[in-house]
């Protein structure tokens, strides 16, 4: 079992900056793929940015160049986002993916990211 929970995240004008955090808990050494989704009411949850164990990182191409993904060690996930934008407002939502498992599998609760015009 790994337990997540994000801080972080808020209220920002067009243009501004935010960072988000997610604390890993419990059996980190399990952990693979760590990863931030985001979704909005009504859509499905989709995949802002992962990185592996490895340090392999992939973005969703709306926000490459915008965005970045770290990782301190296996307890903590972090999002630098920059330049951002209203269609970014989301519920954000920290994801891990154990070893020899192909899906992600423990959630954070979500923090909410708001960006006004």
């Known amino acids: 079992q790994v337990q997540l929970a994000e801080s972080g995240g808020g209220f920002v004008q067009a243009g501004g900056s935010l960072s988000l955090s997610c604390a890993a808990s419990?059996?980190?050494?399990?952990?693979?793929?760590m990863a931030w989704f985001r979704q909005t009411p009504g859509r499905p949850r989709e995949l802002v940015a992962t990185i592996s164990h490895s340090d392999k990182i992939v973005y969703a191409d709306s926000v490459k160049g915008r965005f970045t993904i770290s990782r301190d060690n296996a307890n903590t996930l972090r999002l630098q986002m920059s330049s951002l934008r209203p269609e970014d407002t989301a519920v954000y939502y920290c994801?891990?993916?154990?070893?020899?498992?192909?899906?992600?599998?423990?959630w954070g609760q979500g923090t909410q990211v708001t960006v006004s015009p």
């Open positions: 419990g059996n980190v050494f399990s952990i693979d793929y």
């Open positions: 994801g891990v993916r154990p070893y020899s498992v192909s899906d992600y599998m423990y």
